[in-house]
């Protein structure tokens, strides 16, 4: 197995309503390379955003077949991260790293 960096394992945040409920939660949504594990994902969250991680789920959605005009299409799967944050503490999307 390749060893990926703390960069490369967030590989960007998911803003949807759902991930907008959630951050009144003190939680936040990434989307996660595909051999990062709970472990990795907290330390590269602490390191990039300098923030203290209390918990860390992790959902694999999984490939869909779509058929589109005729044609039969894949849509592709991901893992995403959902970081429960400290009380008080907030990740800035907007701002950048």
């Known amino acids: 197995m390749k060893k990926i960096s703390f960069i490369d394992s967030i590989r960007k ?14 939680k936040t949504v990434f989307k996660v390379h595909k051999n990062a594990n709970k472990i990795n994902i907290k ?7 300098k923030v203290s991680v209390v918990k860390v789920n992790i959902i694999n959605t ?8 005729g044609k039969i ?7 995403k991260a ?12 907007s701002s950048g790293i």
């Open 62 to 69: 999984k490939t869909k077949t779509k058929l589109k005009q």
């Open 43 to 49: 330390k590269n969250i602490e390191k990039i955003f």
């Open 13 to 26: 945040p998911i803003i949807t309503e759902k991930a907008t409920i959630l951050s009144e939660q003190n």
């Open 73 to 79: 299409s894949k849509k592709s799967g991901y893992k």
């Open 82 to 93: 959902i970081v429960t944050l400290k009380k008080g503490q907030s990740i800035d999307l």
